[in-house]
């Protein structure tokens, strides 16, 4: 270990002024222990991480008063509930606590050092070490453990600030901010109402407590982004709260007897965001025919998914494909209209299956289905279902039985994927039926939420450690399959759950089942805020249900009466919206007859194929952002903070993003509007994208008119997008 000594001038010419004020205060001898680009400072009561190319600023830093690692013996019950299943609440009795670490050595040793010392509980002390490991010049590993065998809870409490800024944690549906708030890292049924009031309540008493609030979602990550440029991440599958209430800590808890983590350099966001993806992995480019227009839901057979085409072919809208949800058939269940999970091509509702899809190839537009990691047990449609109990491939009870998941007023069996063989089974059912028999370019890869934690899995693998997991093998099952088949590049998968080696293996993300509203709780103001707040960790390419997915109605004297059900406007504006992002893709809902459709009016029609020919205008740079997601992991979608992170006006924005680096929008987001505030950020000078007219100041905040078929949207100055951007929309006739 080596000292210097950090003396006046000298002292803020070395540490710079970003170090804090309570190191040089306390002590002016500070330790320094190098870690590969990495440095470890002892300062008292605790230390901070630096790195040697930008000493000023603390990239990890204990909290003040000492108490920077505690343990805990601890016993939590665990709940799994809502309808379908796959919401928890996890309570946790804590038994013991150890706390008030000493620091009685900082040990060095080439790319590593260890910190150990004592914790003290009611019963006397423990030992405490965090090993620290250069693994690259970007990523320092930190590893917690304790040598008392009953303590299975590691706690890290690190220095923050008031107006410090928490940006990441996968999809977080709500808040893009989140200091205050503390948020559980399980992957779950992000829920219906999500704390909208009445709402909530009502699904809550009418729906098993499925209604849920705003820090709960199926694709978390133990991941941040401040506004300070720290970033850290938990390699923990367990389950882990980051809690960010405190003004002056930030506080990490995993359900583990040890913590295993990285803190991350970078000097930008989005270096950040590709030094995180180094580890996690990156999501492929997209298919060319992804960029060729709408991806229109059909549902209800043969003869509506052909009339729907003759009238979009009719419209000249440009189609990228048909995604055909029920083309394994629907049973009628409490919920109306749901799918036979049998994953069989159903001949008898599509008699022309092969007939469509080869229509569609002709203005190259493919054909998509649809598959869950649940199989049907009803008689009649159990073949996959029987072939799985038989082998052994299903999750199941302590008693050897098939562990049945509950969704609506059916059951199914969950498939075990810590089972090699039950992926091989399944990878084989997705390129037989799906692949080769349905001709299928692509599908949603629904659910992966609801393994329980009481489940027995196979060769004794833990339910807490595959709970996580359980998306990414999802997530990667998919992938095997279709390279397997020979289509890696060519068909495109799309998951709702996930976590953090999801993005590995997905080919896309959407953000799960919004309610058709304009609520920032569950409605459209969430497709915007999950889909910028999973950028920052990863998820790179994310969009949602045109119009949201759930509608609620009240059935009255036989008639059934809408309580919540998107209109016109709505889905007109989610047009708009959906139009800047990855993907354009319809929905008909959970309940198409009392919801509005792109069909249902001829300016729900004329709006679809003007935005679906925004989308497709913008395909040529759309695709260099791809390329760029996929080479450096940077988001398709991007909160300015990721472009501008010393304009602090960026942090509190949650319903303004940049498509790449050259677009900006604003899009409308509340009922009746035709005008939004926008936010123009310093450093840049923007124009009209439909005018060509110059807006703004750097700085300043503008009204700026939004009527129908115009959002805000605007060009900056000098990008180097502007050429493909402003070429893509005149040959599509929008400019």
């Known amino acids: 270990m080596r000292r210097r000594e950090f003396l006046g001038a000298a002292a803020s010419t070395i540490v710079g002024p970003a170090l804090s004020s309570r190191a040089l205060a306390q002590s002016q001898t500070v330790e320094e222990t190098p870690i590969g680009e990495f440095v470890l400072h002892r300062v008292d009561r605790g230390f901070q991480v630096l790195h040697r190319r930008a000493p000023g600023r603390i990239l990890f830093e204990t909290a003040s008063d000492g108490n920077f690692v505690l343990a805990e013996q601890a016993k939590e019950t665990v709940h799994e509930f809502g309808t379908p299943e796959g919401s928890f609440e996890i309570r946790d009795e804590v038994l013991a606590t150890f706390e008030g670490p000493s620091i009685e050595a900082i040990s060095p040793d080439g790319e590593r050092a260890v910190v150990s010392g004592k914790l003290t509980g009611a019963d006397g002390v423990c030992g405490y070490k965090i090993v620290f490991q250069a693994v690259s010049e970007t990523h320092l590993k930190f590893e917690i453990g304790v040598d008392r065998a009953s303590l299975n809870r590691i706690r890290l409490r690190l220095a923050s600030s008031a107006d410090e800024a928490f940006f990441g944690f996968g999809q977080q549906l709500t808040f893009f901010n989140q200091k205050g708030n503390r948020l559980p890292i399980l992957v779950q049924e992000h829920g219906v109402g999500r704390g909208r009031p009445v709402v909530t309540e009502l699904v809550d008493a009418f729906a098993a407590g499925g209604g849920r609030n705003p820090y709960v979602t199926e694709a978390p990550a133990p991941h941040f982004i401040s506004s300070r440029l720290r970033s850290l991440f938990l390699e923990n599958l367990e389950y882990s709260v980051f809690d960010m209430r405190a003004a002056e800590h930030f506080e990490v808890k995993v359900w583990s007897a040890a913590m295993t983590g990285r803190v991350l350099f ?164 997705i390129k037989t039926e799906l692949i080769l028999k349905a001709g299928a370019s692509g599908w949603m890869a629904d659910f992966g939420e609801a393994l329980p934690f009481d489940a027995t899995l196979f060769g004794g693998a833990t339910p807490a450690q595959w709970h996580n997991r359980f998306p990414e093998e999802w997530a990667r099952t998919h992938r095997e399959a279709i390279e397997e088949a020979g289509r890696g590049e060519d068909i495109v998968f799309f998951e709702r759950s996930g976590f953090t080696q999801s993005l590995r293996y997905a080919t896309l993300f959407w953000l799960g089942d919004q309610l058709q509203s304009w609520d920032e709780y569950d409605g459209i103001k969430t497709a915007v805020v999950g889909m910028l707040s999973g950028g920052v960790s990863g998820f790179s390419l994310i969009h949602s249900d045109i119009g949201g997915y759930v509608s609620l109605s009240l059935d009255v004297a036989g008639r059934k009466v809408p309580v919540i059900a998107r209109s016109d406007e709505l889905l007109q504006r989610w047009m708009e919206l959906s139009a800047f992002t990855a993907v354009f893709r319809t929905h008909e809902g959970l309940d198409p007859a009392i919801a509005a459709q792109f069909d249902t009016s001829p300016q729900n029609m004329a709006h679809l194929v003007r935005f679906a020919r925004v989308y497709k205008g913008l395909g040529a740079y759309r695709k260099g952002l791809v390329r760029e997601a996929a080479q450096r992991g940077a988001p398709v979608a991007r909160h300015l903070f990721l472009h501008y992170p010393d304009d602090r006006n960026t942090h509190q924005l949650r319903y303004q993003f940049l498509l790449g680096r050259d677009l900006m929008i604003a899009p409308v987001v509340d009922k009746g509007a035709d005008e939004v505030e926008v936010y123009f950020p310093e450093g840049d000078a923007w124009t009209d994208l439909w005018t060509g007219a110059d807006v703004g100041r750097p700085g300043d905040w503008v009204l700026h008119p939004a009527p129908l078929g115009k959002p805000a949207a605007f060009l900056r100055k000098g990008g180097a997008g502007a050429a493909d951007i402003l070429a893509g929309l005149k040959g599509v006739d929008v400019l």
């Not at 965001?273 to 180094?278: G, N, T, V």
């Not at 289905?369 to 009803?378: E, H, K, Q, R, W």
């Not at 008693?399 to 007023?409: A, F, M, R």
């Open 266 to 429: 970078g000097d930008t966001p989005l270096q950040l965001i590709e030094a995180y993806s180094d580890y996690c992995g990156r999501m492929r480019e997209l298919p060319d025919w992804i960029h060729n227009g709408a991806i229109i839901s059909s549902q209800g057979g043969q003869e509506a998914a052909e009339a729907k085409l003759r009238e979009l072919r009719k419209a000249d809208a440009p189609l990228a494909g048909f995604w055909m949800q029920d083309w394994v058939g629907i049973r009628l269940t409490s919920a109306g209209q749901q799918l036979w999970w049998n994953w069989r091509l159903d001949e008898t509702f599509y008699p022309r299956w092969r007939e469509l899809a080869a229509d569609l190839r002709t203005t190259d537009a493919r054909m998509l289905v649809y598959i869950n990691p649940f199989l049907s047990n009803a008689e009649g449609h159990d073949a996959l279902f029987e072939q799985a109990r038989t082998a052994g491939y299903l999750v199941k009870h302590a008693d050897g039985t098939p562990y049945l998941i509950k969704n609506t007023s059916f059951f199914a069996g969950l498939i075990d994927l810590s089972n090699p063989g039950t992926r091989e089974w399944i990878k084989n059912v």
